[in-house]
T-cell receptor, first 111, second 115 residues
Framework: QKEVEQNSGPLSVPEGAIASLNCTYSDRVSQSFFWYRQYSGKSPELIMSIYSNGDKEDGRFTAQLNKASQYVSLLIRDSQPSDSATYLCAVMGDSSYKLIFGSGTRLLVRP | DTAVSQTPKYLVTQMGNDKSIKCEQNLGHDTMYWYKQDSKKFLKIMFSYNNKELIINETVPNRFSPKSPDKAHLNLHINSLELGDSAVYFC??????????????FGSGTQLSVL
């Protein structure tokens, strides 16, 4: 069973819409959660981190965490074509020095 | 100046050959990693070194041997390459493990194609 699961997509949204990306994880002791963005042919870069239940906002991005449901999401408001990329969810365990990545969701923002 | 640089960017080789990928970081970080990303974008950790000491060794075939001559460098040598080794290999670094908050700085990747 995969440890971090994401819908591979593509998720297609029109410019200006809200894009909602979802992730579930299997390890209940996981404490730290991350969203990385990867443009085609490029390396992943960290865009959001969240450590406690609830919402965390940073500009157009909002990360949401529900540890009881083992669910993490990323909302992108006012989506732009430049947001088109693969979004990787990553989880760090309580006593682990490694990130476990999901296989990513490809987002397409249509002009 | 590139923070995490790896060479070569592309590597095309025949089955059975031996090849190396080099990685260097100038961020002053203590910890370095090798990740493998397959064709389905699944990014999986292979190895991690903290200040030249191996701390993570996932279930990777022993044909893969990492070497860290100092904390700024982490190289990956692969013996007897197989078709299934074709992937993008990313080097990454992070600050020391104490209080690490999960941010990884990735190199630009090495696209390995085994024919």
């Amino acid at each position: 069973q995969k440890e971090v699961e994401q819908n591979s997509g593509p998720l297609s949204v029109p410019e200006g819409a809200i894009a909602s990306l979802n992730c579930t994880y299997s390890d209940r002791v996981s404490q730290s959660f991350f969203w990385y963005r990867q443009y085609s042919g490029k390396s992943p870069e960290l865009i959001m981190s969240i450590y406690s239940n609830g919402d965390k906002e940073d500009g157009r991005f909002t990360a949401q965490l529900n540890k009881a449901s083992q669910y993490v999401s990323l909302l992108i408001r006012d989506s732009q074509p430049s947001d088109s990329a693969t979004y990787l969810c990553a989880v760090m365990g309580d006593s682990s020095y490694k990130l476990i990545f999901g296989s990513g969701t490809r987002l397409l923002v249509r002009p | 100046d590139t923070a995490v640089s790896q060479t070569p960017k592309y590597l095309v080789t025949q089955m059975g050959n031996d090849k190396s990928i080099k990685c260097e970081q100038n961020l002053g970080h203590d910890t370095m990693y090798w990740y493998k990303q397959d064709s389905k974008k699944f990014l999986k950790i292979m190895f991690s070194y903290n200040n030249k000491e191996l701390i993570i060794n996932e279930t990777v075939p022993n044909r893969f041997s990492p070497k860290s001559p100092d904390k700024a460098h982490l190289n990956l040598h692969i013996n007897s390459l197989e078709l299934g080794d074709s992937a993008v290999y990313f080097c990454a670094s992070s600050q020391d493990l104490t209080g690490w908050r999960g941010e990884l700085f990735f190199g630009s990747g090495t696209q390995l194609s085994v024919l």
